[in-house]
């Protein structure tokens, strides 16, 4: 009997969960009841494949300005001090790099994957990309990984000239965007029109919207170049952490929404531009950064200390415009989209070494930007 009870039990469960599958299923591909129809029109196709070339560029720029304080003693009446003020600039200033790849979307949910296809000497780059794009409501995830050379200089207040830093060895930058969106105007707007193509935008409408974007990035520094991690404290490793949110504002153009009918403009129908913008304040702003040690033993650098800031509020950006021609089942997109992180960090450095002592008190500035090209065909089937 308990068996039998048993059996009951795990069938009906077996029910339960393959009926709320079912019923997620059939809610996600049925039509959206919110939309005015008036506005927009909700392809009836359930797949989408779209190819896509992208071009972009992705720099990171870091600044460090700071005054080293040196103290050799020797006896009670003979303290000899130094002072040295001194800026450092680097930058991974990445050539244009031209990717390629291919999407699959199941209604509002996308997949892709985008590869370098124009290879530069010293450069690598790969990305891959997750969307949820719905009339409403919407979520990107973009993970960017660039292996790219160095141009760095450091100088001394004091002296004419800077010095030289910059190196061939790779450094590795990795990027993992999150962001998302909602509508507060879903019925008469739909932001994925002019990026996606599961809705098309039949009249002009635009919405406010409720952001927020979480970035993760990871910067290597060459390890292999002598000079490189020394000139830089020690540091070999930063991470950062960063959550902002704030309101956006999204417009889709529809030039022309009139009947079909005879005349030179019917040929925009269809046609839709959009601009977005979304000014974001940085409420989360954290970086790790960590100090290597040169090993003989293994001839590298190794992780010896890990230091964890907290950095102040920052306005970060979001800026994207796009356009968009659908025809039949097919559609052509056209988009440009550009990010903005930035950092600030200060520290000090103290060291006391059989009678000498220094201080190394700097603060680092740090600006990671991205800014793409992009071109799609598509086709719902």
């Given at each position: 009997m308990t068996v039998l009870l048993l059996a009951g039990t795990v069938n009906t469960e077996a029910k339960g969960i393959k009926g709320i599958v079912k019923s997620l299923w059939e809610w996600f591909i049925s039509p959206n009841p919110r939309v005015d129809t008036t506005y927009i029109y909700q392809s009836t196709q359930l797949w989408t494949a779209r190819l896509q070339t992208d071009i972009r560029k992705s720099n990171v720029k870091m600044d460090t300005r700071g005054e080293t304080e040196a103290s050799i003693f020797e006896d009670i009446d003979n303290n000899i001090v130094t002072n040295n003020e001194y800026i450092w600039n680097t930058r991974m200033n990445t050539p244009v790099v031209m990717e390629a790849g291919a999407f699959i979307s199941l209604r509002s949910l996308s997949i892709g994957y985008m590869h370098e296809i124009n290879h530069h000497s010293g450069l690598s780059s790969k990305s891959n990309y997750f969307n949820l794009m719905d009339a409403g409501y919407g979520l990107n995830i973009r993970y960017n990984s660039i292996y790219s050379p160095l141009v760095s200089t450091f100088k001394n207040y004091t002296d004419k000239e800077p010095v030289d830093l910059s190196t061939e060895e790779k450094a590795r930058m990795r990027t993992i965007a999150i962001d998302g969106y909602y509508a507060f105007n879903q019925k008469r707007f739909a932001y994925d029109a002019a990026y996606d193509g599961a809705y098309v935008q039949q009249r002009s409408a635009g919405s406010f919207l409720a952001t927020a974007k979480y970035t993760f990035g990871e910067l290597n520094l060459p390890d292999k170049d002598i000079l490189f991690i020394p000139f830089n404290n020690g540091v070999s490793r930063y991470k950062t952490y960063q959550?902002?949110?704030?309101?956006?504002?999204?417009?889709?153009?529809?030039?022309?929404?009139?009947?079909?009918?005879?005349?030179?403009?019917?040929?925009?129908?269809?046609?839709?531009?959009?601009?977005?913008?979304?000014?974001?304040?940085?409420?989360?702003?954290?970086?790790?950064?960590?100090?290597?040690?040169?090993?003989?033993?293994?001839?590298?650098?190794?992780?010896?200390?890990?230091?964890?800031?907290?950095?102040?509020?920052?306005?970060?950006?979001?800026?994207?415009?796009?356009?968009?021609?659908?025809?039949?089942?097919?559609a052509i997109y056209g988009s440009i989209d550009y990010h903005h992180v930035k950092m600030k960090d200060s520290n000090v450095n103290t060291y006391d070494i059989e009678g000498f002592y220094g201080k190394d008190e700097y603060t680092t500035r740090t600006n990671f930007s991205n800014l793409a090209a992009s071109l799609m065909l598509s086709v719902k089937f």
């Open positions: 959550l902002a949110i704030g309101p956006g504002y999204s417009y889709n153009w529809v030039p022309y929404h009139h009947p079909a009918r005879d005349d030179r403009r019917s040929g925009m129908r269809n046609l839709t531009v959009n601009v977005t913008f979304c000014p974001l304040l940085t409420v989360i702003n954290n970086m790790t950064y960590f100090v290597s040690e040169y090993d003989e033993a293994s001839d590298s650098y190794c992780e010896k200390d890990s230091h964890h800031l907290k950095g102040g509020l920052k306005m970060n950006l979001i800026a994207r415009g796009a356009i968009s021609y659908t025809f039949g089942n097919w």
